[in-house]
């Protein structure tokens, strides 16, 4: 019995050591190349990593359509940046702020996790409700909480300046900050798939009556995963933040819920190495198309306007992938895990019938 | 009160019909219990009642003496009652070991505890060979088997089983009584079963409960129902005449059973 649960842990592990590897790779890269936009890039490519991450433990493990994870990306974001701005730049960049936050003043570390807790609590409040929502009518919801926190975001102008930019924090964020949380979520993502909220959550994705029928208490794994997701998305708005370092509310709107969906299905929502390689993958073909659009643009040898066409194919793509492939590249088994499954249940079937026989 | 499974007086209505009428069953822990009637008759209804989908327009469900007739499925399940579906519902994209060790953590248990019961049942049962197949993958009647492994890791005291050998071959069939024979003693779990494989019911079942139209038309033992005229006439009489055409062929399962599914609800 010890031999083959010990197999399994190796085997279910090596998806993770592999995809853990190809990130490392390419961050030594772009440090070793020491280009500042390929620097930049990836920076942001790491962020958005823990941002989809963050969304994949919810959406992936629970099978429900989110919209308002960017949401709580922008409560992390907003909320860090309130601890973390100088008390002197507080009172440029946020005049109208309460006194009582005003002479608040920490570092990133302590900053960023007090947004992630923010994040958290706002979820688990507003989440308790969502979770006995299934199908369209949470996917509805959830839109509509994104809209609810983008309205409140660019109207609480004494936390937020409104929808003028916010500036005047410090940066903290650079490559490796970026590389070795998004590392850390990696691990934290695969490890959380594989407990027994993981499991329980995952049962509740592939058939919800057969979850509640053996005791499982659906709308709390729902509920705590949601919570936890925003922690994780509330990291990377505060990454993003003090990278960045000024940004508006819109920020954290349709564009970047469109990014942050686009690389979740092309990747796989239910595997962890299909997120990952999804936020790859985007990230390659928005910057490469992007970088098509500039030169198109500027060279003007096409007789049109080429702006937008990034977003234009990027949405093709998607379409693409939702018709052919709708469970995304990598789809139930992670990548590098791949059992002979058929094979193996043809072969004892057969073997039973001829025991039987 | 003594350890029972006690349904009394369940009344159903769905817009006018009246699915369920007057019916009371008990179970006990040691017991194996069949429920039989024809097609409509309010069998998978009933199980819908026991298990919680369906609240009951009148009657009361009480597992060893406490009411639980308005708990949700999760909270009878965590009482003791679980139930299997007419159409097997497994975790599709997990393996037979993961759905196994899911009943036990459904019910609550550590992960550790749960590996060790899965890895107990699926010993038991000698399907080792399909510990790490990934459910999707397995035959019909494998599903059937690892439906039944993923209640029983829940330690149930009560299970019901909603036409456990449908689509089984005559084999299958008979592998599956031998297993489930021995359920009640080893297990201390009491068995509902529908079925509609009288071979196969009347071997396994201590008693049987027959319905039709909703009411329940005799209880009794195998021998005592076989001769009852009423029921001879509602329900056996067809597959009697049929004789061991009935038994050889439980695949013959009615496509009409199939608009008692669980009600959907979120």
Request: glycine share 8%; charged share 15%.
């Amino acid at each position: 019995m010890k031999m083959p649960s010990f197999a399994v842990t190796g085997r279910k592990l090596l998806p993770l050591i592999g995809i853990i590897v190809v990130f490392g790779v390419i961050a030594v890269i772009t440090t070793i190349l020491g280009i500042p936009l390929l620097d930049r890039i990836m920076t942001i490519m790491f962020i958005n990593l823990i941002m989809v991450l963050g969304l994949q433990m919810f959406m992936g493990n629970s099978g429900l359509l989110s919209f308002a994870h960017v949401g709580f990306m922008g409560i992390g974001a907003y909320a860090s940046a309130l601890f973390s701005i100088p008390v002197a730049a507080k009172a440029m960049s946020l005049p109208a702020l309460y006194p009582a936050l005003a002479g608040i003043e920490m570092g990133f570390f302590p900053a960023m996790m007090c947004g992630a807790l923010i994040a958290a609590a706002f979820a688990a409040i507003v989440g308790y409700p969502l979770m006995r929502l299934s199908d369209t009518a949470s996917a509805i919801a959830s839109f509509a909480l994104l809209v609810i926190v983008h309205v409140v975001l660019s109207q609480w102008s004494a936390i937020t300046n409104g929808p003028r930019t916010l500036f005047g924090l410090l940066k903290y964020t650079d490559l490796w900050t970026a590389v070795t949380w998004a590392l850390i979520i990696l691990v934290v993502a695969f490890l959380f798939k594989e407990s027994s909220l993981g499991m329980k959550l995952r049962a509740s994705r592939d058939n919800v009556h057969a979850a509640s029928a053996i005791g499982i208490n659906v709308v709390r794994a729902r509920w705590l995963a949601f919570t936890i997701s925003a922690f994780v998305c509330g990291m990377s708005g505060a990454l993003w933040a003090h990278f960045i370092t000024s940004f508006q509310p819109g920020a954290f709107y349709m564009t970047q819920t469109f990014i942050v969906l686009t690389m979740l299905i092309v990747g796989g929502p239910r595997t962890v190495t299909g997120t990952a390689i999804g936020v790859l993958l985007v990230t390659i073909a928005t910057e490469g198309l992007r970088a098509m659009e500039n030169s198109f643009s500027v060279s003007g040898v096409l007789p049109f306007e080429t702006v937008g066409m990034t977003e234009i194919l990027l949405a093709i793509l998607l379409i693409f992938m939702l018709a052919f492939r709708p469970g995304g590249l990598v789809q139930t088994i992670e990548l590098g895990a791949r059992r002979r499954v058929r094979a193996a249940a043809i072969d004892t079937s057969e073997a039973e019938l001829s025991r039987k026989a | 009160m003594s350890e029972r499974l006690a349904a009394d007086g369940i009344v159903m209505n769905f817009a006018g019909l009246r699915a369920l009428d007057q019916v009371s069953l008990s179970l006990g822990r040691h017991e194996i219990v069949g429920l039989i009637g024809p097609n409509g008759s309010g069998k998978t209804t009933l199980v819908n009642v026991l298990a919680g989908a369906l609240k009951p327009n009148a009657g009361s469900v009480r597992i060893d003496g406490e009411d639980v007739t308005a708990f949700p499925p999760r909270r009878i399940a965590r009482h003791g009652l679980v139930r299997t579906f007419q159409t097997v519902r497994l975790f599709g994209t997990m393996s037979v070991f993961e759905n196994v060790q899911l009943g036990a953590l459904g019910a609550g248990l550590r992960r550790s505890k749960a590996t060790t019961i899965a890895n107990e049942l699926i010993e038991l049962f000698e399907i080792e060979d399909l510990r790490d197949v990934s459910s999707d993958a397995l035959s019909y009647g494998q599903k059937r088997i690892v439906e039944i492994l993923r209640s029983l890791a829940t330690g149930c005291k009560y299970l019901l089983l909603d036409e456990p050998a449908a689509g089984l071959n005559e084999e299958e069939s008979e592998h599956l009584l031998g297993q489930l024979t021995s359920i009640p003693e080893k297990f201390g779990c009491g068995l509902l079963i529908i079925d509609h494989d009288m071979n196969l019911i009347m071997r396994l079942c201590h008693r049987l409960h027959v319905l039709n139209q909703g009411k329940t038309i005799a209880e009794g033992t195998a021998d005592e129902i076989r001769a009852n005229p009423t029921v001879v006439e509602a329900y056996l009489g067809s597959q009697a005449t049929a004789g061991a055409d009935a038994a050889a062929n439980p695949t013959a399962a009615n496509p009409t059973a199939a608009n008692h599914t669980v009600t959907e609800r979120s």
